[in-house]
């Protein structure tokens, strides 16, 4: 079934512990993104990709790292992770990433951080 | 800044209209989209607008006034399943999307 997945759905994990969430698609979409949401807060982009090899900062990039070493795959790292990286994170893709291209997004991972 | 604003709960009734305003300001302006986000789900596309007037795709309607920077959703012959969050985004002059924090929308009997 073509779509985007993510894994895992979701995780506790203890602050200062480094953590990976993964994301692939098989639309073969160019771009690819990380958001997080927060109650009361919309969607907040971390990192995008416009394609593979190529990677930007977003709005909240601090405290996160990506990579896009093919056109599926798009992990989330969080290198040493804070209370306050407690959220539910989405992935997302789109076929070019401008102009009309809607997104579509996995079903999210929620991360606490204790 | 960039601002995306819009009411944080509506409550309307089953068979009813109801009509949810968006009001953005952004560094550039390359399309506004709505998504619809079911409680513990991901959110999912609805409707794009990158000129001014209505949209019509079924019971749903989309409308944008880029000179007021101001568009709206209106959902006819409301459902139950219509219960949801009402997600809007402005694509910017970096072709980011910008999101509003959702409209809840509660659906009576």
């Known amino acids: 079934i073509a779509g985007i997945t993510q894994a895992p759905t979701s995780q506790i994990l203890a602050a200062g512990r480094r953590m990976t969430l993964r994301c692939t698609q098989d639309m073969r979409h160019n771009a690819m993104y990380w958001y997080r949401q927060d109650l009361g807060l919309g969607l907040r982009l971390i990192h995008y990709s416009n394609t593979a090899g190529t990677t930007g900062k977003g709005e909240v990039p601090d405290g996160y790292s990506v990579s896009r070493a093919n056109t599926d795959d798009f992990p989330l790292t969080l290198a040493s992770a804070v209370p306050s990286q407690t959220s539910v994170y989405f992935c997302a893709s789109s076929p070019r990433g401008g102009g009309g291209d809607e997104q579509f997004f996995g079903p999210g991972t929620r991360l606490t951080v204790l | 800044g960039q601002n995306i604003d819009q009411p944080t709960e509506m409550t309307a009734t089953e068979g009813a209209i109801v009509q949810i305003n968006c009001t953005y300001q952004?560094?550039?302006?390359?399309?506004l989209f709505w998504y619809q986000q079911h409680a513990g789900e991901a959110p999912t596309f609805l409707s794009y607008n990158v000129l001014d007037g209505l949209e019509e795709k079924g019971r749903f309607s989309s409308f944008l006034s880029r000179s007021k920077g101001y568009s709206y959703l209106l959902l006819k012959e409301l459902q139950m399943k219509d219960s949801a969050s009402y997600l809007c985004?402005?694509?910017?002059?970096?072709?980011?999307?910008?999101w509003g924090a959702g409209t809840k929308l509660i659906i009576k009997p």
């Open positions: 985004a402005v694509r910017d002059s970096n072709y980011q999307l910008i």
């Open positions: 952004t560094s550039g302006f390359n399309g």
